[in-house]
């Protein structure tokens, strides 16, 4: 993985979606990055992690992630809520808390469960990738903005910087595939022992807007907000109102105790600014 660092402040970690990388998340860092330590994640076989061959495997790297970064707010957006929310659910004691943005924990529709993609769309996209790799990719980017008030905007934005920092690996793709396909995690989610918020986006044609609301309901201290106007990037068509919501969820959230004082014991005080640009 590669882990890049910016601003200064309590810690938020940020995970991307599928096919994406980090960097996506520009809007937010320029405006949480004065009061926020911003950790920007490139999983592995995406962005500057794209040679990476380790496997998208939830619990191993949420596990290598917390231990990479202590102490923090863990936001996934769309495929990379699975892995934030696997931090929260198996490392309580190091996750401050959760931010799910246009994230579910199920993506597919089933049994007790309307708000999810129908049952073969993510076997269609891997089947589509094998044919066409690059227009697949490109055909997703509209599919993520679609809807959005501000669609062909976010559209220009996901072309403009969805690449630049490489292709993801085909290996990898398939493999965030198959997890879209079958991860179900709303069984845990009553066991959710950190605060969690739930951002999702009215005009998402990719995760429904009731899977938020519907996932808060069963995970204690959750709140749901649901953004009239955004699609399943709402931190590019509404930056402003999802930061705002990022800010006040982790101003609310309980003050860490400094070094020495029962969690972290032992450890430099978490909310000092780790040095820019670092890797992991």
């Given at each position: 993985?590669?882990?890049e660092?910016?601003?200064?402040?309590?810690?938020?970690?940020?995970?991307?979606?599928?096919?994406?990388?980090?960097?996506?998340?520009?809007?937010?860092?320029?405006?949480?990055?004065?009061?926020?330590t911003?950790?920007?994640?490139d999983?592995?076989?995406?962005g500057?992690?794209?040679?990476?061959?380790?496997?998208?495997?939830?619990?191993?790297?949420?596990?290598?992630?917390?231990?990479?970064i202590?102490?923090?707010?863990?936001?996934?957006?769309?495929?990379?809520?699975?892995?934030?929310?696997?931090?929260?659910?198996?490392?309580?004691?190091?996750?401050?808390?959760?931010?799910?943005?246009?994230?579910?924990?199920r993506?597919?529709?089933?049994d007790?469960?309307?708000?999810?993609?129908?049952p073969?769309?993510?076997r269609?996209?891997?089947d589509?990738?094998?044919?066409?790799f690059?227009?697949?990719?490109?055909?997703?980017?509209?599919?993520?903005?679609?809807?959005?008030?501000?669609?062909?905007?976010?559209?220009?934005?996901?072309?403009?910087?969805?690449?630049?920092?490489g292709?993801?690996?085909?290996?990898?793709?398939?493999e965030?595939?198959?997890?879209l396909?079958?991860?179900?995690?709303?069984?845990?989610?009553?066991?959710?022992q950190?605060?969690?918020?739930w951002?999702?986006?009215?005009?998402?044609?990719?995760?429904?807007?009731?899977?938020?609301?519907?996932?808060?309901?069963?995970?204690?201290?959750?709140?749901?907000?649901?953004?009239g106007?955004?699609?399943?990037?709402?931190?590019?068509?509404?930056?402003?109102?999802?930061?705002r919501?990022?800010?006040?969820?982790?101003?609310?959230?309980p003050?860490l105790?400094l070094?020495?004082?029962?969690?972290?014991?032992?450890?430099?005080?978490?909310?000092?600014?780790?040095?820019?640009g670092?890797g992991?």
């Amino acid at each position: 993985m590669h882990i890049e660092t910016r601003g200064s402040g309590p810690s938020l970690a940020l995970i991307h979606g599928w096919a994406m990388h980090g960097g996506l998340f520009a809007p937010l860092v320029e405006r949480l990055a004065d009061r926020h330590t911003l950790h920007l994640v490139d999983l592995p076989g995406h962005g500057h992690a794209r040679d990476s061959d380790a496997p998208l495997a939830p619990e191993a790297l949420a596990s290598e992630l917390v231990g990479a970064i202590p102490d923090a707010v863990w936001l996934g957006w769309s495929l990379g809520g699975q892995f934030a929310l696997r931090a929260a659910l198996d490392h309580p004691e190091t996750v401050r808390g959760v931010v799910m943005v246009a994230s579910s924990p199920r993506f597919v529709a089933g049994d007790n469960w309307p708000h999810g993609v129908g049952p073969n769309l993510f076997r269609d996209f891997g089947d589509a990738l094998r044919r066409d790799f690059r227009g697949t990719l490109e055909g997703f980017l509209a599919l993520e903005a679609l809807g959005s008030a501000s669609a062909q905007e976010e559209l220009r934005d996901l072309k403009a910087h969805a690449f630049e920092r490489g292709e993801p690996a085909e290996r990898t793709l398939h493999e965030g595939l198959a997890l879209l396909d079958r991860l179900d995690l709303r069984d845990e989610l009553p066991r959710l022992q950190v605060p969690s918020l739930w951002i999702s986006g009215r005009r998402d044609r990719l995760v429904p807007a009731g899977a938020m609301p519907a996932a808060a309901a069963l995970a204690p201290d959750a709140r749901s907000v649901v953004i009239g106007n955004a699609g399943h990037a709402p931190f590019l068509g509404a930056a402003d109102e999802v930061a705002r919501e990022i800010d006040s969820f982790m101003h609310a959230l309980p003050p860490l105790p400094l070094a020495g004082e029962g969690r972290g014991e032992g450890r430099p005080h978490p909310d000092l600014p780790p040095q820019a640009g670092e890797g992991a």
